[in-house]
């Protein structure tokens, strides 16, 4: 079984910087398509950044250039870089994996930015 493990969720000013990470653990082969999404209250989970094992990427409008989402596929740990964070993107923020014809998510991460 594939368990998802986010960290480096927290309180940040606006203009702050913060960096989550997501372990997979339970599988020894490299995951093919890894992804961070967020909910904020009273909205829809959203995609924030996603990659696939061979490294390309795409991204939410809402963050572009101002995320960067990399992976160490050796140890399927996914890594989002966000800077210039703003209020609204205070949200909970959920790892995701999909792997042959199976999907994980992990338990999300609470992201806050003040104003």
């Known amino acids: 079984q594939v368990h998802l493990v986010e960290s480096g969720g927290g309180l940040v000013q606006a203009g702050g910087s913060l960096r989550l990470s997501c372990v997979a653990s339970?599988?020894?082969?490299?995951?093919?398509?890894m992804a961070w999404w967020r909910e904020a209250p009273g909205k829809v989970r959203e995609l924030v950044a996603d990659i696939n094992s061979g490294g390309s990427t795409d991204y939410g409008d809402s963050v572009k250039g101002r995320v960067t989402i990399s992976r160490d596929n050796a140890k399927n740990i996914v890594t989002l870089e966000m800077n210039s964070l703003k209020p609204e993107d205070t949200a909970v923020y959920y790892c995701h994996a999909r792997h042959r014809v199976s999907i994980y998510w992990g338990q999300g991460t609470q992201v806050t930015v003040s104003s």
């Open positions: 339970g599988i020894i082969e490299e995951i093919e398509y």
